[in-house]
């Protein structure tokens, strides 16, 4: 990785920092002498080199050029370093986007860094505090359900929990009444599908999965969650789709997807921006209302949410009246992720459009552009608050 700045330059008739390289590669990144006191911008993830991360890396650090900004890349090999010199005020971060944060684990090195940079007066794009409290899916599950945002019947298994049969209503709850009926076992923290299982509702099945996972991670909170079948509702090209989404939202912009796992849809891309004529023929404005609703109440700045519309009687503010006349609750399946797939379709089928992705690196230096600005001239925003 290269760290940018740049002199004025015209760049598509503005006047732009032109892109200057001012530092040597990764390999030398890590020694005292070439880190530098203060980022404007930084990213964190373990392997500088990461496929998947290729294009949006590239793009924001273009982006963070164009605005005359500062940005590096902090990963494993340099990590260790960069929270020492932080800590010890040899260095300072403006604004930082973690990726790869396990907030759950006291110890883990990139949760730490994100919290030494708010500690010395950086800005972390989500708050630590927040991050951890809300990716936990049990803590998430807890809160959503107390402002009736909904997600599907769910039962928690904490570590001090033993294992035991259902009762009847833990039964209804997770929709467990039938032969031949399935639930979903999933770790509160997990991500990217990891560690989630479909369950058959005998108590021996239930009873062997949870037993499995606990063998794997003692600690950890895991929950049973009712398996919803969204209806099929038909898209602009004609395909009818299962009415799921992943919806990212950037502060204050909500970027809803149909969305599907790559193995479900062949060739196809995963993702599929839900266009505004699909948006009003289905009536779906309850789906944005209840994202920008769960960033009010997480106070993120970023994250991916999955939802869908449910198939019983799981209570939600946001309800969505389909064709047939049946009001069916919008329903968060993974409620809250602050590490969002930012890989290319252009690479692989099952990631986001690139314009997207671009668009979001884009945001993010612009960010960093606006708190680079106010750090600059603090006068400037109490001026603009007397006039407000």
């Not at 500062?70 to 260790?80: E, K, P, Q």
Request: glycine fraction near 6%; hydrophobic fraction near 40%.
């Amino acid at each position: 990785m290269q760290i940018f700045s740049g002199e004025a330059a015209a760049v598509d008739g503005c006047s732009r920092p032109a892109l200057q390289p001012v530092a040597t590669p990764d390999v030398q990144f890590s020694e005292t002498a070439a880190l530098p006191n203060h980022f404007d911008l930084t990213l964190s993830q373990p392997d500088a080199h990461t496929p998947q991360f290729a294009a949006f890396d590239r793009w924001l650090m273009l982006e963070a050029a164009g605005h005359g900004l500062s940005c590096g890349l902090i990963h494993d090999g340099n990590i260790a370093e960069v929270i020492e010199r932080i800590a010890a005020g040899q260095m300072t971060v403006g604004y930082h986007l973690d990726y790869y944060a396990l907030w759950h684990r006291p110890d883990d090195p990139y949760a730490r860094l994100a919290q030494v940079i708010e500690d010395t007066g950086g800005r972390s794009v989500n708050s630590p505090a927040r991050a951890r409290a809300f990716t936990d899916k049990a803590t998430a599950v807890i809160t959503l359900r107390q402002h009736c945002l909904g997600v599907p019947g769910t039962v928690i298994f904490r570590p001090c929990a033993s294992i035991r049969p259902l009762t009847l209503a833990e039964r209804n709850r997770v929709g467990l009444t039938s032969p031949g009926s399935y639930a979903y076992l999933k770790p509160a923290n997990g991500f990217a599908g990891q560690g989630v299982v479909r369950v058959a509702g005998t108590d021996e099945a239930l009873s062997a999965a949870l037993s499995a996972a606990r063998r794997l991670e003692p600690d950890e909170t895991f929950l049973l969650q009712r398996e919803v079948t969204p209806p099929l509702l038909v898209c602009e090209d004609g395909i009818a789709r299962p009415a799921y989404w992943r919806v990212l939202y950037q502060s204050g912009e909500v970027m809803p997807f149909w969305w599907a796992h790559q193995d479900q849809v062949g060739p196809a891309p995963s993702y599929r921006p839900l266009a505004p004529a699909e948006l009003r023929r289905h009536r779906l404005e309850a789906v944005l209302a209840y994202v920008r609703e769960l960033a009010e109440l997480t106070g993120m700045e970023w994250f991916s949410t999955e939802l869908c519309l449910g198939d019983g009687t799981d209570p939600s503010r946001h309800t969505v009246t389909t064709s047939e006349g049946r009001q069916r609750p919008v329903l968060a399946i993974d409620p809250v992720n602050d590490q969002c797939d930012v890989d290319v379709q252009s690479r692989w089928p099952g990631a986001a459009p690139d314009e997207s992705v671009r668009r979001i690196a884009a945001r993010f230096a612009e960010r960093a552009w606006h708190l680079r600005q106010r750090a600059l001239r603090p006068e400037m925003l109490t001026l603009y608050r007397i006039a407000a």
